[in-house]
């Protein structure tokens, strides 16, 4: 509980930079070749959202009608199994569990550690750049964190061994090719910062826009039509007490409908348990 996900891309000349604000619970910011300052929370074990321009972040729901974190693939944990028996501090990461990330170093070798800002309303701001001369060849980075314990662990992703060269990692480059090479298989996911929902097609819209039809026929009025800007996203509202969210999912499974749950705002509850089922 209360974790967050912060990711940010970018090309050879760009600052990467990254800022989360947290409240109780989770949240994640996705941002390309900026600073990121985000103003909504989500809840969640790991990472399960996607945010973009509007504020919005969401959980894209999976085939069993849960939002939540892909399981990583076994691929992926293998690496990642190997690298840490090399004494790397390597986690899966993104939405998809299809990257793998390890700890951002500082100059001196230690762990990057992020700027905290306690604002008046006791909201935590996490502020975190990576520096693009100690990293010149990394393109994506992020930060995970837990506002409950107050962990921010600070990762840059390197797309192959050669990224190391001429960063704090530089001298393990042998060990991380030893690890691609005892596992050919793996790649790193490619990264995008485009909507899941840009190019949906107009039957999977017409498919969302009956879910919320269907939705408010049950007697959930609060759920209204997904937005021409985002077709296949659901907002599940702020104001709504979590009683009622956890009976809407529920009572409105997604099942094989391409719904992405949308959630605006500051939630007193953990977003990503309600949508789990019940006991």
């Known amino acids: ?7 940010e891309v970018r090309n050879k000349h760009d600052r990467l930079a990254q800022a989360v ?31 973009d321009d509007t504020g919005t972040s969401s959980t894209a729901a ?26 790397f501090d390597a986690r899966s990461v993104d939405w ?22 306690i604002h008046d ?17 990394v393109v994506l980075s992020g930060s995970v964190g837990n ?3 107050d962990e921010n662990w600070n990762y840059v992703i390197f797309r192959t061994s050669a990224d190391m060269a001429g960063t704090p990692y530089a001298s393990r480059q042998a ?24 190019n949906a097609s107009d039957e999977d819209k017409a498919a969302v826009l009956k879910y919320a039809q269907d939705a ?32 809407f999912f529920q009572e409105c499974p997604v099942d094989d409908v391409p719904v992405i749950i949308g959630w605006e705002g500051d939630y007193p509850y953990d977003t990503f348990a309600v949508q789990q089922p019940a006991h």
């Open 96 to 117: 998809d569990n299809d990257q793998v990330g390890v700890v951002e170093l500082d100059a001196a070798g230690n762990p990057a550690q992020s700027q905290v800002t």
């Open 62 to 87: 999976t085939g069993s009608g849960k939002g939540g974190p892909v399981e990583p693939s076994k691929t992926v944990k293998r690496f990642v199994a190997c690298l840490a028996g090399k004494g």
């Open 216 to 247: 408010r026929a049950k007697g959930f009025d609060w759920i209204a039509d997904p937005s021409g800007e985002h077709p296949l996203t659901i907002v599940i509202p702020n104001t709504v007490p979590e009683e009622d969210v956890r009976h």
């Open 21 to 51: 604000a947290v409240a109780a619970t989770s949240v994640l910011c996705l941002t390309a070749l900026a600073a990121c300052s985000s103003p909504f929370t989500v809840g969640g074990g790991t990472d399960t959202a996607e945010a």
């Open 147 to 149: 506002s409950i314990t």
């Open 1 to 7: 509980m209360g974790t967050h996900h912060d990711i």
């Open 175 to 198: 060990d991380y090719a030893a690890c691609e090479a005892q596992n050919p298989d793996f790649a790193q996911a490619t990264f995008s910062t485009e909507p899941r929902d840009a």
């Open 121 to 137: 309303d006791g909201t935590k701001e996490y502020s975190h750049a990576t520096p693009e001369g100690l990293y010149p060849n």
